[in-house]
Structure formats: C-alpha cells, structure tokens
C-alpha cells in the first residue's frame, strides 16, 4: 500500500449539493445565437502594392518593418504579411497605407457560415456564450479555432468517465464486496482521450466516482456539434483523465503532485486543478515547478471560501499556477469565489441560487455528469470556482492549437492582456485581469520578449575565506538587451548584513559568517537579474577538529545477565589545540550494537557519548565513528583529525 501524505486537499466543489439542478434534454427548445464584433484573421494584413512597384522596394518595406510575406495571390496580386512582435494590426495597416508604393492596406477578415452548435441544450450554456453579456465569447472564438487533438489538457480531479469498464472491489472487514460499473459519458463519445492514471487505487483506470471531474472535462472539451446535449471549449483538443481525489472529492497532496508529474511526463500541453487545500507544501510546489519547466500552463480554481485572504493552493503558486475566479451571468463576482492578491483571472462559475437570464434554471454551468452512480446520466448545473478553472484551460488549450502561444507564460499573458477588465481598472483582487475572453484571446498577439539582465559577480571568488574585519573588494557586471548597462545600478545583498552597497565595484566589511552576496538589479521592464556567491568571515581559531577519542566499558548485572554499555570522551579543539566548547558531536556506534548518538561539549572541549547496552557481550567489539561537527561559524575539518573512530572489545 502507498505510503500517503498526511495532508488531505479537498476538491472544490459547489457550495452544497442541494443546489445542483438537472434538466431533461428532451424538454429544451434551441435559441438562436449570432457573433458579434470584427473578425479577421489574428497576426497578418492584407497589403496590395501598386501596378510596377519592383520587387525589391517590395521586399526593402517588409524587411524595414518586420513583416514576412505568406502568400500572394496568382490572380490580384495582393500579398498576406504576417505582421512581427509588438506591433498591432491597426498601426501596421496605417504604415502600409502611408507608403507612396502601396494601393491598399487592410485587415483580412473573416466571412464564414455561422457556428452555433447543434448540441440541444447549447442555449442553456450561457457561460460559453449569450447576447446579453457574452460569456466567455465562445463562438466568435470558434471560427478561428476548435482544438487539435495533439494538444492534450490533463484534468487533475476525481477522474472521468471515459470508458466503459466493471470493477470489483474488495473490502476485507468493513462492507461485502461487489462490483461497480462504470460508463463512458454518453456526450464525450466524440471526445479525444489519451491514457491517463488512478493515483487513487494505483491502476490504469482513471474513472470517476464523484461525478465532479467528469463536469469539468465537459467543459473543456465536450463532445460538440454532434446533435446531443452540451457544447465544449476547446472540443477537438483532448483530455488526459487522472484520478487523485477519492469519492468523497478528497486526495493527498502526494497523489495530487504524483499526478501533476505523469501529466507533465506524459505530453500534457495544459493541466486543469479544479481542487485545492489551505496549506503550502514543498511537495506540490514542486511538482508544479516542474510541470511549468517542461512547458506545461497549470490552471487551478481559487477556491469557494470569499471571506479567505487569498487562493487556495496550488493556485497560489502564482510563479507557476493560473488561478481563477468565478463570476456569474452578469459578471458580478460570485459571493463564494476566493480573490486576494495571487488571484489572475475569472469566469464564468454560476449561481444556482439565482436565475438572471430566465430560463427557469438557477444560473449554474451545464454539462453532463452523473448523479448516484456512474451510469445514473444527466446534465447538471453545477456552481464553483471548480466550474470557472476549465472554462480558462479549454481557451489554453485553443491558444496553443492555434500558435497564438507556446509557453505558459505566453499563455498567460494572452489570457490576462485580453480579459474583459471589471471592477477596479486593471488588476483587482476581485477578478484579477478580468474575465477570460476566448475571442480576444485567440487575436493576441506577443510583444517582444524581455529576457532579464545578465548580471556576474566577478570578485570576490565564489567560496572565498577573510580573516574578521578584513576589507572584502567587490566586482561585479549587469547588461540588459534593452537597457544596456545597468552595472550602476546593481544592488548588493547579505543574508546577514542586509543590503551592503551598490554599483559596479567598492569595498567594505562584513560579519563572521558565511554570506550568501547575491548582486541584482531590475530592468525598466520589471524584469530582475542576479547572480549570488558564498564567501565566509572566519573568526581565529574557526576550525576545529576532533583530538582524541578515549573509550570504556560501564557493565550492570541483572539477575544471570550482564548488559554492558561501551562509552566514547570525544575532545574538540581549534587548529590551536584550544579545547571548543558548545560543538555538537555526531557519531555512530557499529558491530556490537547499531546507533546513532550526539551530544555538546563542555567547556573542556569533550563530550562522553554512550552505546546502547548489549546483554552478555563477553568478546564482542564496540566501534564508534565521529561522522560530523557542527558549531556555528566553525568549520569542522575531518582531514585534521587525529582520530575519527575507534574501538574496544569486552574481555
């Protein structure tokens, strides 16, 4: 059996299941729905050069501003450039225009057949889309993209129902045992699926038990324009399932970071963690450390508890973590959802407490899930941060399918730059950047990268020693590439003295100790460089050794036995020979008996360490071993030792 983390997370769910509603797809009647707003192709114009233009003035124009030709046409003449970094499509087509050379310059919009899906109860998905606040903007975004099955989104949560597949299980002393039956969801038999892992019960079948990972799948990536149910966001994509919450929608921390790893390992483009718990773990940080370093955009819930100080984790992990929001069908904030100041986006959540747009339904997330088991199908409104968190992976995942963004904080920031900005201007604990528009998203387009600058420590050498009181000579470097050199504004830092200078080069004085010096400085784009090295103060007499190892035998008779115990005086002292007093001795005992012992030494530089007792050792060896000495700002030198281990055997 696993050993588990101690930790439970709890699964966000809605705020009560009381307020779940159903509805009956056989009851629905279809709403019409049209786009709204410009559409054009994202990242390029149309640029049409005048009759006689040579080709080189041509080619001079588009290389002065950036642009690469994709295509020209055989019949017009006209040419698509795809436009660079950091500009916009409105200043590259007034560019275009002013040119003498130029006929004319516009965007490349978009005619097309409208997609509104045929799912029946579509109309009930006003979190996707509606006329009267837009939801999420969905259907403008589908005419640019729907998903592509090689960029996988891994739902981190119950599971999902994803295959049809009995299962027996087994309860020794608690219940009978029997079988549960588990189904594919009806309404993701279109859906693409890779394999994924049960962290839960440790096999291959990540099915789901509590229905609540199976509603978020829904959203990502529903089966959609296949005449039944619901709609999905990104609905070509597909979905890695892997089950860490049990279900009762709870899961360790363990499970949850082992998941997070299989994901990143096995080719997931975009994790979804509809889940968290109060407490920061190493654990978990890692592991989403490590998923962002392969590449992977981490979205999570912010958590259902608005009175909190900030998100739930992993969600605030905000260094690697997404974290949403939830607001409902007007936009205002749900009264459940966590903000605070690690919180990035919202979306849409629901609220079944209320109906704002009077189609008889609380204002809750449709999708399909199950109700008392896992063939008992449905679609339920469900409310929760839970429900926000996949509306923002499905946009991810439209995003990296279409190369609007390949990083996560590519991903990040078409996300945040392109949300519909509510309550205060610009970012607020309330809504973050705002509330996620896949429309305006998949239209972003990257500004150039700012790399933080280069800084160097060149003096002094990384592991230095200095004699107290000595005057340390510092050097150091910071270039920008586009800043250039911010060497004068360096900042030098000790763990110990604080901030000690600034500046390319002085001198000065520090503590006994060993100092971490980290030098850094900031560019004006707000990003920060630094290097770091470790130099030592040494005070006289600093280091120390171990001097002699004295042993003895202490015995005590109990009845017909004889325990005998093997004592070890251990002497430190300075490379004077000066005894140290307040070193702390670590030590092994070996052969006669197995230990580990410590003690402080006295003022005479000694500690008497001592074995555990061994009954009738007559001709049996005791060994000790000095393994480590550990006094602050000393440093043990074991090369120094006159003795590291010795022995005594009892008679």
Same mark, same amino acid.
């Given at each position: 059996?696993?050993?588990?983390?101690?930790?439970?997370?709890?699964?966000?769910?809605?705020?009560?299941?009381?307020?779940?509603?159903?509805?009956?797809?056989?009851?629905?009647?279809?709403?019409?729905?049209?786009?709204?707003?410009?559409?054009?192709?994202?990242?390029?114009?149309?640029?049409?050069?005048?009759?006689?233009?040579?080709?080189?003035?041509?080619?001079?124009?588009?290389?002065?501003?950036?642009?690469?030709?994709?295509?020209?046409?055989?019949?017009?003449?006209?040419?698509?450039?795809?436009?660079?970094?950091?500009?916009?499509?409105?200043?590259?087509?007034?560019?275009?225009?002013?040119?003498?050379?130029?006929?004319?310059?516009?965007?490349?919009?978009?005619?097309?057949?409208?997609?509104?899906?045929?799912?029946?109860?579509?109309?009930?998905?006003?979190?996707?889309?509606?006329?009267?606040?837009?939801?999420?903007?969905?259907?403008?975004?589908?005419?640019?993209?729907?998903?592509?099955?090689?960029?996988?989104?891994?739902?981190?949560?119950?599971?999902?129902?994803?295959?049809?597949?009995?299962?027996?299980?087994?309860?020794?002393?608690?219940?009978?045992?029997?079988?549960?039956?588990?189904?594919?969801?009806?309404?993701?038999?279109?859906?693409?699926?890779?394999?994924?892992?049960?962290?839960?019960?440790?096999?291959?079948?990540?099915?789901?038990?509590?229905?609540?990972?199976?509603?978020?799948?829904?959203?990502?990536?529903?089966?959609?324009?296949?005449?039944?149910?619901?709609?999905?966001?990104?609905?070509?994509?597909?979905?890695?399932?892997?089950?860490?919450?049990?279900?009762?929608?709870?899961?360790?921390?363990?499970?949850?970071?082992?998941?997070?790893?299989?994901?990143?390992?096995?080719?997931?483009?975009?994790?979804?963690?509809?889940?968290?718990?109060?407490?920061?773990?190493?654990?978990?940080?890692?592991?989403? @450390?490590?998923?962002?370093?392969?590449?992977?955009?981490?979205?999570?819930?912010?958590?259902?508890?608005?009175?909190?100080?900030?998100?739930?984790?992993?969600?605030?992990?905000?260094?690697?973590?997404?974290?949403?929001?939830?607001?409902?069908?007007?936009?205002?904030?749900?009264?459940?959802?966590?903000?605070?100041?690690?919180?990035?986006?919202?979306?849409?959540?629901?609220?079944?407490?209320?109906?704002?747009?009077?189609?008889?339904?609380?204002?809750?997330?449709?999708?399909?899930?199950?109700?008392?088991?896992?063939?008992?199908?449905?679609?339920?409104?469900?409310?929760?941060?839970?429900?926000?968190?996949?509306?923002?992976?499905?946009?991810?995942?439209?995003?990296?399918?279409?190369?609007?963004?390949?990083?996560?904080?590519?991903?990040?920031?078409?996300?945040?730059?392109?949300?519909?900005?509510?309550?205060?201007?610009?970012?607020?604990?309330?809504?973050?950047?705002?509330?996620?528009?896949?429309?305006?998203?998949?239209?972003?387009?990257?500004?150039?990268?700012?790399?933080?600058?280069?800084?160097?420590?060149?003096?002094?050498?990384?592991?230095?020693?200095?004699?107290?009181?000595?005057?340390?000579?510092?050097?150091?470097?910071?270039?920008?590439?586009?800043?250039?050199?911010?060497?004068?504004?360096?900042?030098?830092?000790?763990?110990?003295?604080?901030?000690?200078?600034?500046?390319?080069?002085?001198?000065?004085?520090?503590?006994?100790?060993?100092?971490?010096?980290?030098?850094?400085?900031?560019?004006?784009?707000?990003?920060?460089?630094?290097?770091?090295?470790?130099?030592?103060?040494?005070?006289?007499?600093?280091?120390?050794?171990?001097?002699?190892?004295?042993?003895?035998?202490?015995?005590?008779?109990?009845?017909?036995?004889?325990?005998?115990?093997?004592?070890?005086?251990?002497?430190?002292?300075?490379?004077?020979?000066?005894?140290?007093?307040?070193?702390?001795?670590?030590?092994?005992?070996?052969? @006669?008996?197995?230990?580990?012992?410590?003690?402080?030494?006295?003022?005479?530089?000694?500690?008497?360490?001592?074995?555990?007792?061994?009954?009738?050792?007559?001709?049996?060896?005791?060994?000790?071993?000095?393994?480590?000495?550990?006094?602050?700002?000393?440093?043990?030198?074991?090369?120094?030792?006159?003795?590291?281990?010795?022995?005594?055997?009892?008679?």
């Amino acid at each position: 059996m696993k050993n588990k983390c101690s930790v439970l997370v709890v699964a966000i769910l809605v705020s009560s299941l009381c307020n779940y509603t159903s509805i009956a797809e056989d009851s629905i009647l279809i709403k019409e729905h049209t786009l709204r707003g410009q559409e054009y192709v994202p990242g390029e114009i149309i640029v049409k050069f005048k009759p006689g233009t040579p080709g080189e003035v041509m080619v001079n124009l588009n290389s002065k501003h950036g642009t690469s030709e994709i295509y020209t046409s055989p019949f017009a003449g006209f040419k698509r450039l795809r436009i660079p970094r950091g500009r916009t499509l409105a200043q590259m087509v007034e560019i275009y225009k002013r040119n003498p050379n130029v006929e004319y310059a516009e965007l490349n919009y978009i005619a097309h057949a409208h997609l509104v899906p045929n799912d029946p109860l579509y109309s009930y998905q006003w979190h996707l889309d509606n006329p009267e606040h837009g939801g999420i903007n969905m259907e403008s975004a589908w005419e640019i993209e729907t998903g592509d099955p090689s960029v996988i989104v891994a739902v981190i949560d119950t599971g999902v129902a994803y295959e049809d597949y009995e299962e027996f299980v087994d309860n020794p002393g608690r219940r009978r045992d029997y079988w549960i039956t588990y189904q594919l969801a009806p309404d993701l038999a279109g859906t693409n699926f890779v394999a994924g892992y049960d962290f839960v019960n440790d096999d291959e079948h990540s099915n789901d038990d509590e229905g609540h990972g199976t509603h978020v799948t829904g959203t990502i990536a529903q089966s959609t324009n296949n005449g039944e149910g619901v709609a999905g966001v990104a609905f070509n994509c597909s979905i890695m399932p892997i089950k860490v919450l049990d279900s009762g929608g709870f899961g360790t921390y363990a499970d949850i970071a082992d998941g997070i790893y299989y994901a990143s390992d096995e080719g997931a483009s975009v994790i979804n963690m509809s889940l968290g718990g109060s407490t920061g773990s190493i654990t978990l940080e890692n592991a989403v @450390a490590y998923a962002h370093g392969l590449g992977v955009t981490i979205v999570c819930s912010s958590g259902n508890n608005s009175s909190a100080s900030d998100v739930l984790y992993p969600a605030a992990y905000n260094d690697y973590c997404i974290a949403v929001g939830a607001t409902r069908y007007d936009e205002a904030v749900a009264y459940y959802s966590t903000g605070g100041p690690s919180l990035d986006l919202t979306a849409p959540g629901g609220d079944v407490t209320i109906d704002l747009n009077g189609d008889g339904y609380g204002d809750g997330v449709l999708q399909q899930t199950f109700g008392n088991s896992p063939t008992d199908w449905g679609y339920w409104f469900y409310q929760g941060t839970s429900m926000a968190a996949p509306h923002v992976s499905g946009v991810a995942a439209l995003l990296i399918s279409n190369g609007v963004a390949t990083t996560p904080d590519e991903v990040r920031e078409a996300l945040q730059s392109t949300a519909e900005d509510k309550g205060s201007a610009g970012w607020d604990p309330a809504y973050g950047c705002g509330i996620v528009d896949a429309f305006a998203a998949l239209n972003w387009i990257a500004g150039p990268v700012d790399n933080p600058p280069t800084v160097a420590i060149t003096s002094p050498a990384d592991g230095s020693t200095f004699d107290p009181g000595s005057t340390i000579a510092f050097q150091g470097t910071a270039n920008d590439t586009e800043d250039g050199d911010l060497t004068a504004s360096l900042i030098w830092t000790s763990n110990i003295d604080g901030q000690i200078d600034t500046g390319g080069s002085f001198s000065t004085t520090l503590s006994n100790g060993t100092h971490m010096i980290t030098a850094s400085v900031t560019d004006s784009g707000g990003k920060t460089g630094s290097d770091s090295i470790s130099i030592t103060v040494m005070a006289p007499g600093a280091d120390m050794h171990v001097d002699n190892i004295e042993m003895s035998l202490s015995t005590k008779t109990a009845g017909r036995n004889t325990f005998t115990k093997a004592l070890a005086t251990v002497t430190i002292v300075d490379a004077s020979g000066n005894p140290v007093e307040g070193a702390t001795v670590y030590a092994t005992w070996s052969d @006669a008996t197995s230990d580990i012992d410590f003690g402080l030494t006295d003022s005479l530089g000694e500690v008497t360490l001592s074995s555990d007792g061994v009954k009738n050792a007559s001709g049996k060896t005791f060994t000790f071993t000095v393994t480590s000495v550990v006094k602050s700002d000393w440093t043990y030198n074991s090369g120094d030792n006159i003795k590291t281990s010795n022995s005594i055997t009892v008679p």
